[in-house]
Structures are given as structure tokens and as C-alpha cells.
């Protein structure tokens, strides 16, 4: 019966150790841009907050709406925008992740059904430290581009 409490004692240590940089991040404005009809794809953005004194990572994230999930960034390469995954997001201590079209996002590949206006997709992120973090990405239409202004010579 000892082995037995030390044994649960243990477990529980491990869960509090696993709670860590999801315990200190918090996600504002979490949303999916709704994909065009047949579109295969679409991004997902947030902002995310580390209220922790250490630096973290987002390694990994994760969605039922969607059989792929990846970290991605825009780069320009050669005078062209083009989407790259990346192996983690980092987040400075007491700093912010800004995901944002054009940027830094979380990429749903191959869409396992259409999505409507309104719904919610519930992400799963996860960080270096093995804990992990929902939160629920409502999906909105894409808002058009402010037209640039024409500068005058």
C-alpha cells in the first residue's frame, strides 16, 4: 500500500510538473478564417501570452477539423510570399506571440468538412515542456484588404 501512495504521489508531481507553460499562457482572439467553398485549407490566429517568467514554445497544434495541423510562417523568397512550416513559435517571458495573417499561424491542412460561419474549432496548442493548452477558434469570414492609397507625385 505504501509503493501504492508513493506510486500516486508521483503521478500527481508529474501532472503539476506537465501543467507548467500552459499554467502561464493565455490566448486572446483565437479565430479561423473561413475557407472558400472546395478550398483544401485554412489558417487559424491568435494572440498568445506568456505571463511566465521563462521563455516557451509552441511545438505542436492540433484539431479534430482538419487531418493535418502545422506551425507556419510567410517568408518573402525572392520578392514572393510563401508559406513555410516552422518547428516551434517561440514566446518570450512576459512577451506575446502575435499569429496573424501573413505571418506567424497555425496552417489546417486537408479539411475533413466544409466549415460554416460561426463555428468553432477547438485547437489543442502544445509547448516544449510536454503541457498542452485549448482554446476554441470561432471561424469568421475573411474581412477585405483596406484599399492602399494611391500616393501623389
Same mark, same amino acid.
Given at each position: 500500500?505504501?509503493?501504492?501512495s ?6 500527481? &508531481?508529474s501532472?503539476?510538473? &506537465?501543467?507548467g507553460?500552459a499554467?502561464?499562457?493565455? #490566448?486572446?482572439d483565437p479565430?479561423?478564417?473561413?475557407a472558400? /467553398?472546395?478550398? /483544401?485549407? +485554412?489558417?487559424?490566429f491568435?494572440v498568445?501570452? %506568456? %505571463? ?6 509552441? #511545438?505542436?497544434?492540433d484539431n /479534430?477539423?482538419s487531418k493535418? +495541423? @502545422?506551425? !507556419?510562417? !510567410?517568408?518573402?523568397?525572392g520578392?514572393v ?7 516551434a513559435i517561440?514566446i518570450?517571458?512576459k512577451g @506575446?506571440? #502575435?499569429?496573424? =495573417?501573413g505571418?506567424?499561424h #497555425? ?7 466544409p466549415m460554416? @460561419?460561426?463555428d468553432?474549432v477547438?485547437? $489543442?496548442? $502544445? ?6 493548452k ?8 475573411p474581412? =477585405?484588404? =483596406?484599399?492602399? @492609397?494611391?500616393k501623389?507625385?
Open positions: 500500500m505504501k509503493h501504492l508513493l506510486l500516486a504521489a508521483g503521478l500527481l &508531481l501532472a503539476g510538473a &506537465l501543467a507553460a499554467d502561464n499562457v493565455s #490566448v486572446q479565430y479561423v478564417r473561413l472558400p /467553398p472546395n478550398a /483544401p485549407a +485554412t489558417g487559424a491568435m498568445i501570452k %506568456n %505571463n511566465g517568467d521563462k521563455d516557451v514554445k509552441v #511545438v505542436k497544434a /479534430p477539423a493535418v +495541423t @502545422e506551425l !507556419h510562417t !510567410h517568408i518573402n523568397d520578392g510570399m510563401k508559406m513555410r512550416p516552422v518547428p517561440d518570450k517571458a @506575446e506571440a #502575435v499569429l496573424k =495573417p505571418s506567424l #497555425v496552417m489546417l491542412i486537408d479539411l475533413k468538412a460554416k @460561419e460561426g468553432s477547438p485547437i $489543442t496548442l $502544445t509547448f516544449d515542456d510536454g503541457s498542452s485549448q482554446v476554441d477558434a470561432k471561424v469568421v469570414r474581412m =477585405p484588404a =483596406p484599399a492602399m @492609397e494611391q501623389q507625385h
